[in-house]
């Protein structure tokens, strides 16, 4: 019955725990062991069987999440796959699987499972050493330079607005005032348009080239063009730069060089592929 691969997701009331089945987040776990047996008793629901791996799968994935094992937890899972049979049951007596935007929920959530499950595999398969993730480190390190900045920046849709703006500060006009009633940057609008201590490899190329030629105090003479529109940039405060120890963005490096290393298999995959849009 496919229509219960689009409902595992399903909060179910009749648990004892109520449980929220969902099998995304043991698809790494399960990548490597998929054809391992499972003992544990099947359940049939007017006639259709929901396996015992299952069940093994639904009870894993309440461990994971703190649910203590037991016969409670047993009851629990039970009690809930159970619910879902029947549900996918009556959904499929009224037709709901025929429905074509049903159908494509379901296909995608298959693909969706097996995606994850051939990432899993991939990177079991094709582990990051230590020594890669310090040449990363030491790479970020080089890249963020030694010294960090405190701006704050006043953003626009036109360069004639980023001119008035500047003209308006020469003038005595207050900043932070402006930067609240013209910028379009929600994000640090409301605060004057200050922005966060960041290395200038934080920032488009051309924002961070303007900022590092500002001293303590000064205002950008000319609007700075990014993608995102026209700045007005004032430094506020230079200091130095304290890279985050190795150890603390470890993990971090080691997701991204799995995810590049992922997304340069699929991109091998799309290069030898016969692709048709009709």
Do not use: C
Request: charged letters at 30%.
């Amino acid at each position: 019955m496919k229509l219960k691969q689009a409902m595992m997701s399903l909060v179910l009331v009749g648990g004892s725990l109520g449980l929220t089945l969902s099998y995304a987040d043991q698809t790494k776990d399960h990548a490597h062991d998929s054809g391992k047996a499972s003992t544990t008793k099947r359940i049939i629901v007017n006639g259709s069987t929901i396996p015992g791996a299952r069940i093994d799968l639904v009870t894993e994935a309440q461990i994971a999440q703190g649910h203590s094992p037991g016969p409670d937890l047993d009851r629990a899972v039970r009690g809930n796959l159970i619910a879902l049979e029947l549900v996918t049951q009556q959904a499929i007596k009224d037709g709901l699987d025929k429905d074509p935007k049903m159908q494509a929920q379901i296909d995608m959530a298959r693909e969706q499972i097996l995606a994850r499950a051939l990432q899993a595999r991939f990177i079991k398969q094709n582990p990051i050493t230590d020594a890669v993730l310090q040449g990363d480190y030491d790479r970020m390190k080089q890249e963020l330079g030694d010294t960090e900045y405190l701006a704050e920046h006043i953003l626009v849709v036109k360069e004639e607005d980023a001119k008035a703006i500047i003209g308006q500060i020469e003038k005595g006009s207050d900043f932070e005032k402006l930067a609240k009633e013209k910028s379009i940057d929600t994000g640090s609008r409301d605060n004057g348009g200050k922005l966060d201590w960041a290395a200038p490899a934080s920032y488009d190329h051309a924002f961070a080239e303007a900022l590092i030629k500002l001293k303590r105090g000064e205002t950008t003479s000319t609007p700075v063009h990014t993608p995102f529109g026209y700045h007005v940039i004032r430094l506020i405060d230079v200091r130095p730069l304290k890279a985050p120890p190795f150890d603390e963005v470890k993990n971090r490096l080691l997701q991204a060089r799995e995810q590049q290393a992922f997304n340069e298999m699929v991109q091998q995959l799309r290069a030898k592929a016969k692709i048709e849009e009709k």
